[in-house]
């Protein structure tokens, strides 16, 4: 399904020459139909005969065209295929013909005509002449240049059928809507219906929208469900990408949400308030464009003030195009992508529009920042593994789906994008490629593990490394819009374990550390290991307790947990501690005694280490947490597990 919409200044026929190709008047409002004059967003649709013999089903969205309904109009041209350009022939190229034609470009429509109404009011054929010579001049150097320009007269019927021809013709140029599985709606009316209550309209792009499917409406809206689909006053029970739409929905009142906000499906966008954009600043610009100007972003359905950084000038001149990076005074959902249009906001005056590049900028940049261009003239015109890559170093750790609808690609080419970056080395997958991240990120965030590693063997000389849970708690990933997250557990096992074959971490059971790190004890430390562990040797099943064996080792708690990690001595609840060699010794008596009784006591484990009660139970306690023994009542048994 494809959407047209009309555009043109006031009182040119355009809602006029809507009817007479629906059969519908566009114009629903009291005031619209007593005044003669388009004041909100009209709609109406019929079925187009295309060139191949088939009916297609077209959607118009009708647009006002008076100065001070300007703002309406931009809300209704976001998301069409293509724009019919609406002159009247008994006045020509006006003021709003000429801004509404700016949008248009500004908006990089794909395809569109011009209309030339009211040819009924005209009886000199070179007046008509002169008019099309003028529409052809003001279209030179836009995406209508070479567009045809149909007579046509909405009273007589005259060129109508012509203009039908040139708009199936004009259609069927163009590729199908893409679906990146991420179904979107910018809502541009809100209404209720009795028994039905809220209902909302709009034309969906990015993905399918089914009835009984979850929905948020964002920025700052509530959640509910889709409770009915209509397009043309016709139940569906699915909504194609590229078709007006609307949506009944459940749990959600209609004073809850406003215009401009956009139904999505859950988890799949998220509203922002920086955008790295590409901009192009209209050639009849009044003046040049400066630093910080306040500005008012339109996009989609929605209205947003904001003011632009200029990135790479101190100015940008009438006809010239820049990067710019806007800051919004609320947020709003938008995708990569998206074309956007920048007005003046008092006197009101369209200055110029562009493409956004990043809806999630990690930070403000500084001005003339070389590698933030670069990364901008990447986004601008790169390839798809280009842009797919630059996604992904702008948000580290998505899944495949999530970098798709974050690259603003088709999903077929995204796809194979991703496939080429895996097998070529730029991309990396972790957890069993549930999550990808670009092998620049993966180096960053090794660098930053072995930053926090280096930091904690100057703490901690005696510690052999880094306690993994430790690790991943405290290494954070930057990702879309500066925020940080910490990585899921098996995505970070998986990279300490590429990391470890890289050689650039030891990736060890329990710790992480640095390759170059070793415990070395000092002469004095080694002295008091050397004397505890004999201290332990003479009573091998009754050694010193904690607080004689901190003794023993002047006090030094990091010493006694180094000889802990490296298995020198083991700690046992309780607070008791044996040497391994006498620990693996105690444990084999243990388990041969069980073998022969079939169950034990602690004090038969008492008698036969000839030691106190509370080594006994110490040593049963560390068994049954091992699961080599059994606990059933004062008796234990052997699992069969192994230690």
């Not at 149909?150 to 109508?160: M, R």
């Not at 739409?245 to 920086?274: F, M, Y």
Request: negative net charge.
């Amino acid at each position: 399904m494809r959407v047209i919409a009309t555009a043109g200044h006031v009182d040119h026929g355009k809602s006029t020459l809507v009817q007479a190709l629906t059969g519908t008047d566009p114009d629903r409002l009291e005031e619209e139909q007593r005044r003669g004059l388009t004041i909100v967003l009209g709609f109406a649709w019929m079925d187009l005969a295309m060139p191949d013999g088939t009916l297609e089903p077209v959607s118009i969205v009708d647009v006002p065209g008076h100065i001070d309904f300007i703002k309406n109009m931009l809300a209704g041209v976001g998301s069409i295929d293509a724009a019919v350009l609406v002159i009247a022939a008994d006045e020509g190229v006006m003021p709003q013909t000429r801004e509404h034609l700016a949008i248009l470009d500004l908006l990089a429509l794909p395809e569109g005509l011009v209309a030339l109404t009211k040819t009924d009011l005209i009886d000199d054929p070179e007046w008509l002449e002169l008019i099309e010579l003028d529409i052809q001049e003001i279209l030179v150097g836009t995406r209508l240049e070479g567009a045809p320009i149909v007579p046509v007269s909405a009273q007589d019927g005259e060129g109508l059928d012509q203009l039908r021809s040139s708009l199936a013709s004009a259609l069927t140029a163009l590729p199908p809507r893409r679906d990146r599985g991420r179904p979107r709606l910018p809502i541009d009316r809100i209404f209720s219906l009795p028994g039905f209550g809220t209902i909302v309209t709009g034309t969906l792009s990015d993905g399918h929208l089914a009835v009984g499917e979850p929905v948020d409406i964002l920025p700052d809206g509530p959640s509910g469900r889709v409770r009915a689909l209509q397009t043309h006053k016709q139940e569906i029970e699915r909504a194609l990408p590229g078709s007006r739409v609307a949506v009944n929905l459940s749990g959600i009142a209609t004073d809850e949400i406003r215009r401009g906000q956009v139904a999505v499906t859950p988890g799949t966008l998220r509203a922002t308030r920086l955008l790295d954009v590409s901009f192009r600043l209209l050639p009849d610009a009044p003046k040049p464009l400066r630093h910080n100007t306040a500005v008012d972003l339109f996009s989609g359905a929605s209205e947003t003030p904001a003011h632009m950084r200029l990135l790479a000038a101190d100015e940008l001149l009438p006809g010239g195009e820049g990067w710019l990076q806007l800051r919004l005074d609320r947020p709003i959902l938008v995708a990569a992508g998206d074309r956007f249009i920048l007005r003046q906001p008092s006197p009101s005056l369209t200055l110029g529009g562009g493409e956004i590049l990043d809806p999630h900028p990690r930070r403000r940049y500084r001005r003339n920042d070389a590698t933030a261009i670069a990364r901008l003239e990447t986004l601008a015109q790169g390839s798809p593994d280009e842009v797919v890559l630059q996604s992904l170093e702008r948000d580290p750790l998505l899944s495949e789906p999530e970098l798709i609808a974050a690259s603003g690609l088709d999903k077929g080419i995204a796809a194979e994008a991703i496939r080429q970056l895996l097998e070529n080395g730029p991309m990396r997958g972790l957890d069993d490629r549930r999550l990808l991240i670009s092998e620049s990120a993966y180096q960053q965030i090794v660098a930053d593990m072995q930053l926090l590693l280096g930091e904690f063997h100057l703490r901690f000389p005696l510690r052999q490394g880094m306690p993994r849970s430790e690790v991943r708690s405290r290494l954070r990933v930057v990702g879309a819009g500066g925020l940080r997250k910490e990585m899921p557990h098996r995505a970070f096992s998986d990279l300490t374990l590429q990391a470890n074959e890289d050689g650039m971490v030891a990736d060890e059971e329990n710790t992480v550390r640095l390759l170059s790190h070793t415990v070395r004890y000092s002469p004095a430390q080694q002295r008091a290991v050397d004397r505890t562990l004999q201290s332990y040797a003479d009573a091998p099943f009754s050694p010193p307790n904690e607080i004689d064996t901190l003794s023993l080792l002047n006090g030094d708690e990091e010493l006694l947990e180094s000889l802990v990690e490296r298995e020198t001595i083991v700690r046992l609840p309780g607070s008791v501690y044996f040497r391994q060699q006498d620990f693996a010794v105690a444990t084999q008596k243990t388990i041969a005694l069980a073998q022969a009784k079939g169950a034990i006591t602690l004090a038969d484990v008492r008698d036969l280490l000839d030691t106190s009660r509370k080594y006994a139970q110490a040593l049963l306690e560390e068994l049954d947490a091992r699961r080599v023994t059994r606990r059933v009542g004062d008796e234990r048994t052997l699992t069969g597990v192994e230690l």
